[in-house]
């Protein structure tokens, strides 16, 4: 397959190289060369079988409303922007377009989201979550945490759900679970020791979405099916 990644930050690269080892096309597209999605164009967009962005908020909207726009797959792994969620799959289903987005495309992740599940079931708790990422990232909390904070309250609408947001050094992402009660403390972690686990999500992710139809999906939809 052929993959245009936009983004040439840690994450992106990262995209990028794993793309290659697993015997794909690539190509990348920093900021700075696509401003204002100005070179996601018919022309450059011919052949390729997914976009995947890792870029930020303003510029992934952009850059969804032309790939979408063309007919084409686009994987989203950049948070911040799911205001606009809504009408970028109108936009997907208008257009025959295919998006493919989520707050974290590691399996390890993916895991969690569903342990936490299961742990916001118990009666006679409190729960919060910790979550500490290197100084660069920008939003707070971060996404995979206020997914987190989603799913709990999801099954207890009316818990208080603290979210700590830490910046430290270069760290790679880690979010922690706690939930508390007069009897015991149970906490759910993970801890990522590299961002090879995103970045390798995030290229099944889009082998998976290369071979979709138009629609839109969250990656907790369909992890279980690459």
């Known amino acids: 397959m052929l993959f245009l990644v936009l ?23 920093d900021m700075a060369e696509n401003r204002s999605a100005s070179a996601l164009t018919g022309p450059t967009l011919a052949g390729v079988d997914a976009v995947i962005d890792f870029t930020n908020a303003d510029a992934a909207v952009e850059n969804m409303r032309a790939v979408l726009a063309l007919g084409c797959r686009i994987v989203v792994g950049t948070t911040g922007w799911y205001g606009q969620l809504a009408a970028m799959k ?61 799913i709990i309250q999801s099954i207890r609408p009316k818990a208080d759900v603290s979210v700590a947001s830490h910046r430290v050094g270069d760290a790679k992402g880690e979010h922690v679970v706690t939930a508390k009660s007069d009897i015991d403390v149970l906490e759910l972690r993970h801890d990522a020791a590299t961002r090879r686990g995103f970045a390798l999500g995030a290229v099944r992710a889009a082998e998976w979405v290369a071979k979709q139809g138009a629609g839109a999906w969250d990656f907790r939809e369909i992890f279980n099916q690459l």
Do not use: C, M, W
């Open 7 to 29: 983004g040439k930050g840690k994450t992106g690269s990262l995209v990028a190289e794993i793309a290659r080892e697993r015997g794909h096309g690539v190509r990348v597209l």
């Open 90 to 150: 109108e936009l997907a289903h208008r257009r025959g377009g295919a998006l493919l987005y989520g707050t974290n495309f590691s399996i390890g992740v993916q895991k969690l989201f569903r342990l936490t599940a299961e742990l916001a079931q118990l009666d006679g708790y409190s729960f919060s979550i910790e979550e500490t990422h290197h100084t660069s990232k920008l939003d707070a909390p971060s996404g995979t945490a206020l997914t987190l904070k989603e």
